[in-house]
């Protein structure tokens, strides 16, 4: 079973910045893609970063230049560094990804629990 875990959320002002770390951890031989979505009250989930294998990055319109989606050197981890945070910003941060299980093509699809991040202004 494969587990993804958020860290790093929280409550800041406009301006400042917060880095999200996403760690997974499980029977993974690799990812097809990995990312961040975020969903604030009365929204629907939205994406905002997103990496595939081949080192594609996608991001919302919304933080694009703001925001920077990066794998860590451990390959089961990934962060979104967020900086000029605005108020609409807040909301539910979650990381998902799609893993590979094994050379077969078995692959996992899932969400993490979530972080918190508020930004006041």
């Known amino acids: 079973q494969v587990q993804l875990e958020e860290s790093g959320g929280g409550l800041v002002q406009a301006g400042a910045s917060l880095e999200l770390s996403c760690v997974a951890s499980?029977?993974?031989?690799?990812?097809?893609?990995m990312g961040w979505y975020r969903q604030a009250p009365g929204k629907q989930r939205e994406l905002v970063a997103q990496i595939t294998s081949g080192g594609s990055t996608t991001y919302a319109d919304s933080v694009k230049g703001r925001f920077t989606l990066s794998r860590g050197n451990a390959v089961n981890s990934w962060y979104l560094q967020m900086n000029s945070l605005k108020p609409e910003d807040t909301a539910l941060y979650y990381c998902n990804a799609e893993a590979r299980l094994d050379l077969y093509g078995s692959t996992w699809h899932g969400w993490g629990q979530g972080t918190q991040v508020t930004v006041s202004s």
């Open positions: 499980g029977s993974i031989v690799g990812f097809n893609d």
